[in-house]
């Protein structure tokens, strides 16, 4: 967007209304009008602006409400979603109506002053709302995990102590035949795991707290919470499959090879990124990931500073987490360069610095479409299987990698 254009319009998008704004160079006035948000109203300002011969259409970040317009428009004009920020930064100080917002916007179109955001393609929108969702879900459980971890030890039940994951297998028998009114006894009765029977009296020891009607029945209602919850992201997680196995295949392929990034990490990469060659280079994918340390500069002094987070937010989470999963693979490059930064500078630089060296990896693998590649580094075998995909299919392979993860266990059912 380098060459300015001579009729543009500034839209100030709202959830129930739009106020736009033509401005036509050599034009005076601007010309103002007000559309409603739904179909004829949208149908309408497209007329409207075809009408004026409209070349390129302006308008901020608002919320989730500029994606109805945009969608609506972006196959007939040139689109500029703007970030809010960076436009009221150019704002002079004065009193802000509707109407003087989108004749602003318009006028930083025309006279192209406006940087445009990155919009992804619809499927890639599409698969980013599932993971977003997914992600929300994931939340939701933790947050009901916590508060049944609150409630044992309210009761001084220390089941934790001996259990690694009280929502596994064994540690939701044991939650059920609580609140289900089973004795110790009878609860232990049920226990086949051999590894668990070992611990037989320490578990029935942490089990003697006190047990108050109140703590059993929100510990119940979470638990059924949890499955809900659980049985949501098994189908966000057969859609998000279904569409990478139709789109993504190969890219997901290259993403796996990565050391640390696993099949959801590497679903949740794509849906973040997308058409990665709309980066340039690896340094502006992670200025935008929000992983590029700050810089400032005066009489040729530079100084960095702390990363900006001023990016996405969601792909810069799942790096730092495929960075610490990639920090402890024995034998790789990356994690000798975490330890290696570990020692000068502390455990918050060094993984964020891996996130962003991660991510200029993956910049690199997705525009040349090649594997990563590393000597005496091995992929476990569960990513093997997915690499597998005329074998097991991408599908298969899913359902092998997420059974456990997404699988809180089986209920304890009564004590009949």
């Keep these: 967007m380098n060459q300015k254009a001579d009729k543009v319009c500034g839209l100030d998008v709202h959830k129930l209304f739009i106020f736009a704004?033509?401005?036509?160079?050599?034009?005076?006035?601007?010309?103002?009008k007000r559309f409603s948000t739904d179909g004829k109203g949208l149908l309408e300002l497209r007329n409207w602006l075809e009408e004026n011969g409209i070349e390129r259409v302006a308008m901020e970040s608002t919320g989730i409400y500029w994606r109805v317009v945009y969608w609506s428009l972006q196959d007939r004009f040139e689109m500029i979603v703007a970030n809010a920020r960076e436009i009221h930064d150019l704002k002079k100080a004065r009193r802000k109506t509707d109407k003087r917002d989108c004749v602003w916007i318009a006028r930083l179109c025309l006279n192209n002053m406006i940087t445009p955001s990155y919009v992804p393609a619809w499927e890639i929108q599409q698969l980013k709302d599932l993971f977003r969702a997914r992600v929300n879900y994931v939340e939701m459980r933790t947050e009901c995990k916590n508060i049944i971890h609150k409630h044992?030890?309210?009761?001084?039940?220390?089941?934790g102590t001996y259990l690694?994951?009280?929502?596994g297998k064994t540690g939701t028998q044991i939650l059920n035949g609580l609140v289900n009114?089973?004795?110790?006894?009878?609860?232990?009765?049920?226990i086949t795991d051999k590894r668990i029977l070992k611990k037989k009296e320490d578990i029935i020891q942490s089990l003697q707290g006190t047990l108050n009607s109140s703590s059993i029945l929100i510990i119940k209602v979470h638990l059924e919470s949890i499955q809900d919850i659980d049985a949501k992201i098994s189908e966000l997680d057969a859609k998000i499959d279904d569409t990478l196995q139709n789109l993504h295949a190969e890219e997901l392929r290259i993403l796996l090879s990565v050391p640390g990034v696993g099949y959801n990490a590497a679903a949740n990469i794509i849906s973040e990124i997308g058409d990665v060659s709309l980066f340039e280079t690896a340094d502006q994918l992670t200025s935008w990931a929000g992983l590029a340390p700050s810089s400032h500069s005066s009489g040729g002094k530079v100084i960095n500073g702390r990363i900006g987070k001023t990016g996405n937010r969601y792909l810069r989470r799942i790096l730092i987490q495929v960075a610490h999963a990639a920090a402890r693979t024995k034998g790789s490059v990356l994690g000798t360069f975490y330890r290696r930064l570990l020692k000068r500078r502390g455990a918050p630089?060094?993984?964020?610095?891996?996130a962003r060296k991660i991510l200029a990896i993956i910049h690199h693998l997705l525009t040349n479409m090649e594997p990563y590649e590393e000597p005496g580094v091995k992929k476990r075998v569960r990513h093997q299987k997915v690499l597998?995909?005329?074998?097991?299919?991408?599908?298969?392979a899913f359902e092998i990698i997420g059974k456990a993860e997404n699988k809180v266990g089986a209920a304890g059912g009564g004590c009949g």
Excluded: Y
């Excluded at 597998?388 to 298969?396: A, L, R, V, Y």
């Design 21 to 32: 704004a033509i401005m036509i160079r050599g034009m005076a006035e601007p010309m103002i």
């Design 152 to 159: 044992l030890d309210i009761m001084n039940t220390r089941l």
């Design 164 to 167: 690694s994951d009280i929502f």
């Design 181 to 190: 009114g089973c004795t110790i006894e009878q609860i232990m009765e049920r």
């Design 349 to 354: 630089i060094a993984i964020v610095a891996l």
């Design 388 to 396: 597998k995909c005329d074998e097991f299919g991408i599908s298969g």
